[in-house]
């Protein structure tokens, strides 16, 4: 081959690989079939106008509450049309979204079900998880206030007969795909691979504070040492009420948080009483304040029975499973505040962790004192110590 050849050849070859490859259509014929075929219009829209129960099912909330979250994120998820296409609405991405949390479903099975790109579902679900905490945060999860720890308190007193509790915390692994190049920082003790979510609750089994994202390896107590609410505890910026004396007594004790054996005994945090030889009084305060700690494991049982996405694996990137977390607990509170308790979300624990504490650190001695008054106060309410039936139980 002559120079002239050998340039025709290669100006021929860089001219291929420069080319790109033609698209057989702009819009697959799958996709294109979204105003006709899609679920968006084949049976969102019947089971709007002809069967509210049903959508209730469908979409995990009631009509006048849709269209209230919609309202609220309208104008951030509008975005404007093209000449090459026409924008999705508001509504249907939000049905998108919400059909993804409910059901568990895959990004894939959005993308036949609603004849969207997978890519474009992927995209819509992350944005509309994202608005949803960045617009209700404030609403559906503000920041307690005096007044709303006294009434939290009075809440675990009513209905767990538990004073001065500021409401139940507890961690979970919300169960993931393991990240690339992650090595082990995501494995948790049960050897599957999660991110970890710590929340408190009240008496309402509302969530009162969230934590979302930190490494599976993490136990309770490092993710509750990490997280904000432990800054603002140590701060005193948290507004906690000051100390109250117990009901029926003038044994001041200050509020506090309850929690299991994972967590540290402090001021502002009570913990059970740990081994197997207790005393009776000691077992009756162990069984009292599970009475009040139930409530954030029943919280997380509605919450993953309710939104089935987590009944599996989160397929996603770590940032994207925070998102879809958080906007989890955001409808949670919304949905439990505007359609009430559906005793059918609660039939089920699929979703709970079994419990197995292999986190259990010692007490700390000087905050003690606290614990003890409170076995004072229930030994007061049985009127006789020594027997189990005498205790309110």
Same mark, same amino acid.
């Given at each position: ?17 420069? #080319? ?18 899609? #679920? ?325 001695? #000087? ?27």
């Amino acid at each position: 081959m002559d120079a002239l050849q050998v340039f025709v050849f290669a100006a021929t070859g860089y001219l291929c690989l420069q #080319h790109k490859r033609q698209r057989r259509s702009w819009v697959h014929p799958i996709n294109a079939a979204r105003h006709t075929h899609g #679920h968006f219009v084949t049976l969102y829209r019947p089971l709007r106008e002809r069967d509210p129960v049903k959508f209730f099912n469908y979409m995990r909330m009631s009509i006048p509450s849709f269209d209230e979250l919609l309202s609220q994120l309208r104008e951030p998820l509008t975005k404007r049309d093209t000449n090459m296409r026409d924008a999705i609405p508001p509504e249907e991405m939000l049905v998108i979204t919400l059909r993804y949390l409910a059901s568990g479903c895959s990004l894939k099975d959005l993308h036949y079900n609603f004849r969207v790109g997978r890519s474009t579902a992927g995209e819509i679900v992350r944005k509309v998880c994202q608005t949803i905490w960045e617009t209700m945060k404030k609403q559906c999860l503000p920041t307690p206030t005096d007044e709303a720890w006294v009434a939290i308190a009075a809440g675990f007193w009513g209905r767990a007969n538990f004073p001065n509790c500021l409401g139940a915390v507890d961690g979970k692994h919300v169960r993931i795909v393991k990240p690339l190049h992650s090595g082990s920082l995501y494995q948790n003790y049960k050897h599957f691979f999660s991110i970890g979510l710590l929340a408190v609750s009240d008496a309402n089994y509302d969530f009162v504070y969230v934590d979302v994202g930190s490494y599976g390896k993490d136990s309770d107590s490092t993710l509750f040492r990490n997280s904000t609410l432990w800054d603002e505890l140590e701060s005193g910026t948290l507004h906690i009420p000051r100390p109250t004396p117990l009901p029926g007594s003038d044994v001041v004790v200050p509020y506090a948080f309850v929690g299991d054996e994972a967590f540290g005994l402090s001021t502002h945090l009570l913990r059970p009483y740990s081994g197997t030889h207790l005393t009776v009084r000691k077992r009756v305060f162990n069984y009292r304040l599970s009475r009040a700690r139930r409530y954030v494991e029943c919280s997380f049982g509605i919450l993953t029975n309710k939104w089935r996405i987590f009944h599996r694996p989160l397929d996603v990137n770590v940032e994207f499973c925070v998102d879809i977390v958080k906007c989890c607990c955001i409808l949670h509170n919304y949905v439990r505040a505007r359609d009430g308790f559906n005793f059918a979300d609660t039939l089920t624990g699929t979703g709970l962790d079994e419990y197995a504490n292999h986190d259990i650190i010692a007490v700390n001695r #000087h905050s003690n004192r606290f614990r003890n008054a409170l076995i004072i106060l229930l030994a007061m309410q049985g009127r006789c110590p020594g027997s189990w039936g005498a205790f309110n139980m």
